[in-house]
Every structure is written in structure tokens, then in C-alpha cells.
């Protein structure tokens, strides 16, 4: 299985990022957990997986919930749409573990964060949910796999 390094960053209005530093690593450290879960139950029957997963991760579910929402506005159950618990998650959980989530740090008024997941996950949903749900100005992410110097330079000048 393939994995890349991936890098995130969360700008805030000054000096809030210091503020909202705790409140995003409680999320990541529930996404974490999240995906640890997920790994352990994907063979549980829809209706369960999806009533259990639903309390124990709230926040997560919230956020799984957007990216539904974005597509079929009025859904408010996942487990319609996520029928297969053992597939459908795959890319969409994928944030780390509880030691990158330590080392988030602020620099400025951004939240920086990189982790180790899996080369296809795609963050750019958890970008806008974070934006959304914690204020961010601003959330930008790259991969080590997917990004060049030369695109890093063209996208800072």
C-alpha cells in the first residue's frame, strides 16, 4: 500500500490559530481514533456500524456528513450512502495518527500539520469542513507525492 507525506495548513485571523490550535488537534486526535475504528469494523453491518460510529465520533461524522451534503443536500443518514463499511471510507479518513496530531504547531497565524496516509486520500473536503467548522481563512494541502518544487515556488510568488 502505497503512502506519501502529506501537508496541511490552516490560516486563521491573527492571533487566532494559537486560539483554535487545541480545538482542531481534539478533531484530528477524533479522526484519528475515527479511522482506528473504522479499520477494526469494516465488516459490521451498515445500520450498526453507522449508529455506533455516530456517537462515539460526532465531529467525524459531522464531516462525512458535509461531503454527502455537498451532493444530496437533504441526506442526514450516511449509512444510505455508505452501504459498504469495509471500502467506502477508503481516502476519506486517512489523517494521521496521534503523533503527527502532536506535533501540530503554529506558525503565524496558520496551524501547520503533515502526516503519513495513504497516497490516494484526498483532503481538500477536510479543508473546506475545517474552514467551516473552525473558522479558518484559509486551508491549503499538498503531498509530497503530488508536488514539485517548481509548483510550490509558482504558487507562493
Known sequence: ??????????????????????????????????????????????????RAFKSQFPLVYEYL????????????????LYKDCNNSLSGKLDIGNKHDVEEMHVVDNAIQYSAEVWHCTDWQHLARFI??????TRVKWTSDEHTSVSELIMEHL
Not at 131 to 136: M, N, P, Q, T, W
Open 65 to 80: 456528513l458535509s461531503i454527502v451534503r455537498m451532493v444530496h443536500k437533504d441526506y442526514t443518514c450516511l449509512s444510505v
Open 131 to 136: 474552514e467551516e467548522k473552525f473558522g479558518a
Open 1 to 50: 500500500m502505497g503512502e506519501a507525506v502529506y501537508y496541511m495548513k490552516m490560516e486563521f485571523d491573527s492571533p487566532e490559530a494559537q486560539e483554535k490550535l487545541q480545538e482542531v488537534q481534539d478533531y484530528f486526535y477524533e479522526g484519528v481514533r475515527a479511522y482506528d475504528w473504522w479499520q477494526d469494523h469494516r465488516h459490521t453491518t451498515p445500520v450498526s456500524f453507522w
